[in-house]
């Protein structure tokens, strides 16, 4: 559909696939993918249940929603606005198209005033100084030092990509369409934020409770291969194995906060939030922090009780029966209860307590064990706490929403 500017089809072509992979973070479905969607891909499911995932419904719906976004632009660019140019509100379009409304918004925003500078820059490269090899290289370089601009640093490159197209196209053709140029840049802007808006609009905040429950079953999987393993013989490799997992579990946490973010992210201006007021309580901020903020202390604590076994010599060939066997126990119901809280288990604190009262009554026990018991205990007993909060929450949650 182009006129004049035909020869030049396959060259816009490229540079749009090339701007939309180079730039792939500031294109919705070309984002990296979600923490969340990582997170849970790392339990081994069976492939339907992985699409049935919310992750992946999700990405494929904002494929879809790009799709649709481009193909809309398209379509009225060539049959309602007769454009010369009918690739330039796709790519708009694309651009703007986000993983959250509030993204979409503020993308449309930067990527409007981005090319509509570019648009700005072309006019005035084409008319006071026409376009040749020099002056071309000098837009691209004015272009590339406005995309360094803080506030349009996400969609900055859209200033040297507009002037590409405009002046690659023959501007002295374009001249007098500038301002049709402009009208199909807000038009890819408009039709992105009204299909993020209309259609499923997204809504992160199931995903960000499957990355906690992950961590959370993680870590009691963890604590009940230790005491399965303490049961047992065991050596100092096992120790190694279980940092190891403490430690994988500690770098998923970090990505963990970036999925709180981005939930939070997906209920500003978000309509389904509204509508969903009236169902199923949604988590709050402060509900996420303070989740996050439990399980950063169940690795620390967790790590601690791993490193006392590591470091104690002889600690697997000299343990009090008695204690070995309740602690071990103890360790491994709160594992389980951490990593299913649906389980009817008796009180882990209240336990610790009496197991800790029955150990100082015990005269055989020598000054060099109890230093040593003690911390084991104390360690437990902070994880303890934790799972019983991380129940208490969970209930607390189940009944409102049974309520």
Known sequence: MCIEGSRFCHLYC????????????????????????????????????????????????????????????????????????????????????????????????????????????SFVIGTYLDVNVWTFGLAMVIGLIGARVPKLRAEGIGIATTSIFLLASGFDDQQPLLYDRILEILLGVAVAIAINLIIFPPLRDREANMVVESLDRRMGEVLKKMADELAEKWNIDNADEWLEEIHSINNDLEKAWHSVRFARESRRVNPRKIRIRGGRPQPTETSYESNLTRIDEGIAHLRHLARTLRDTPNIDSDWDPVFQKQWVSLMHDAGALLADRNQEIDPIRDRLSKLSSEMSEDQQLTSKKWPIYGSLLTSLFHLSALVDDAVTTRKAEDKEHNS
């Not at 939309?20 to 973070?25: P, V």
């Not at 409304?101 to 648009?119: K, L, N, P, R, W």
Request: charged fraction near 10%; glycine fraction near 6%; charge should be neutral.
């Open 14 to 121: 490229l540079v749009i696939l090339g701007s939309l992979f180079s730039t792939g973070s500031r294109i919705g479905f070309c984002e990296t993918i979600p923490v969340e969607e990582r997170l849970v891909a790392e339990i081994t499911t069976p492939l339907m249940e992985k699409i049935r995932s919310p992750a992946v419904q999700s990405d494929a719906l904002q494929v879809f929603k790009s799709a649709l976004a481009a193909t809309i632009t398209w379509w009225i660019s060539v049959n309602l606005l007769h454009s010369q140019l009918p690739f330039l509100a796709p790519w708009v379009a694309l651009m703007t198209m986000q993983f959250t409304v509030y993204h979409t918004f503020i993308s449309g925003i930067q990527t409007a005033i981005a090319s509509a500078i570019g648009v700005g820059l």
